[in-house]
């Protein structure tokens, strides 16, 4: 790799051994992907997961005397504060929480404790060269805003608000984002639900491909909860970090844009029956339930309000804990705004700050559970927790009858 002689210097270590730990790691990743320099960023997001090790990472950085040129926002861990009211956790998981907290405030990270920055608060521009980590934020990143990440890991984001660099290759080279299959959809998607079924049948045949969505017919134009879902399921049943929507996507305003005049390796019908055929496939059968988990990705207040109607002079069953799972602004305006009060009124609960894949939910384990997020079940079903998947407006009948 070519590097500057401000870079070498990152890397001699002039700055420190916090700097030149983040360099070491981006010069290893640009030299394993054949990049041949770095280039700038202009904004970070850091997928901390409240684990030992990227809170170790950080730690290591710190404890070298680096801090952020680029100051990252984060991924939520879990609420110490309001959770421990209701939920056991060990000395050592609360210690973990604590030191996470405050190694990212020390770097000079900004603490959002949120999944969806690039909806509100750290919102990149077209065009513009990001290093976000987190799965459902990165094709969001590239996809819908035309921003320009790879998909990074915790540790190579927080490298990047370090030094402020990332190495150029993958999704920031023009070429690298064509489209590579094309997926002819006949269903048509209505809500954020469907579009994350849809995401997740996609994944599955996609692994990396770079997907061009094209509907026979779509009336009603995607919102961003509706893209967020999308991306975010199609990255976890495969790791799909860039796609475009004819007529919809910066980059799509025809298929042939999409595929930057290139051709499809292949193609993927879809239609109605394969989604309903999908969402039986991963969802449990159905039961008594012990928790309903709404928010992965975080809830949005638009979200929030459509809830909060459906939950309108209505209780949740004793035996279930609803919990809804969201950014720390999001709560504010819905307390500002009213619905705060008819959610808690019925018995379900707001969260911020707080991931479905962390300890405080271990109470659950064995139960069953309802979620709007096939992700949702997917990592909580690893941790010994299988899901129902329902549509938001079945997730509240659930909660309110105990059964799914
Ligand atoms: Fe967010 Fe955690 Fe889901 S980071 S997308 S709530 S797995």
Redesign the pocket.
């Known amino acids: 790799m070519r590097l500057t002689d401000e870079e070498q210097r990152m890397l001699d270590g002039s700055y420190g051994q916090g700097v030149k730990r983040a360099m070491e790691l981006l010069v290893a990743l640009g030299k394993s992907f054949d990049a041949e320099k770095m280039i700038l960023v202009s904004r970070t997001h850091v997928?901390l997961?409240g684990q030992e090790g990227d809170t170790y990472w950080c730690e290591l950085l710190v404890n070298g005397g680096a801090t952020c040129k680029v100051a990252p926002t984060t991924?939520?861990a879990w609420d110490v504060q309001g959770l421990t009211k209701y939920y056991e956790v060990t000395d050592q998981e609360l210690e973990l929480a604590l030191r996470t907290v405050d190694v990212y405030r020390r770097i000079g990270a900004k603490l959002t404790f949120?999944?969806?920055p690039e909806l509100a608060g750290n919102v990149p521009s077209f065009g513009e060269h990001v290093a976000f980590s987190?799965?459902?934020a990165t094709p969001y990143v590239n996809a819908v805003l035309g921003a320009r990440s790879n998909r990074e890991s915790s540790c190579s984001a927080l490298a990047s608000a370090v030094t402020g660099i990332t190495p150029l290759y993958g999704y920031h080279i023009e070429e690298n984002r064509a489209g590579t299959m094309l997926v002819d959809i006949e269903a048509e998607p209505k809500d954020a639900y469907d579009w994350g079924i849809l995401g997740f049948y996609i994944g599955r045949y996609a692994g990396k491909h770079t997907p061009v969505l094209r509907f026979r017919t779509l009336q009603q134009r995607p919102r961003p909860e509706d893209l967020l879902y999308l991306g975010?399921e199609m990255a976890t049943s495969g790791s799909v970090g860039m796609y475009h929507i004819v007529g919809v996507t910066p980059e799509a305003p025809t298929t042939g844009a999409a595929f930057q005049g290139g051709k499809a390796e292949f193609t993927l019908p879809v239609s109605q029956k394969d989604l309903e055929k999908q969402e039986e496939e991963i969802s449990e059968k159905g039961g008594k339930i012990n928790l309903v988990m709404l928010?992965?990705?975080?809830y949005t207040y638009d979200q929030l309000r459509e809830l909060a109607s459906l939950l309108e002079n209505r209780r949740v069953h004793d035996d279930v804990a609803f919990w809804v799972?969201t950014s720390f602004d999001a709560i504010e305006l819905a307390r500002r705004s009213g619905e705060l009060e008819v959610i808690e009124k019925s018995g379900a609960r707001l969260v911020p700050d707080?991931?479905?894949?962390?300890p405080c939910w271990k109470s659950f384990e064995g139960g069953l559970g309802v979620t709007d997020?096939p992700?949702?079940m997917y990592?909580r079903e690893r941790r010994g927790q299988p899901f129902v998947i329902r549509r938001l407006s079945e997730c509240v009948d659930a909660a309110v009858n105990g059964e799914a």
């Open positions: 997928a997961s991924n939520p949120c999944c969806t987190e799965s459902s975010a928010g992965c990705p975080h799972l707080t991931c479905i894949d962390e997020s992700k949702c990592y």
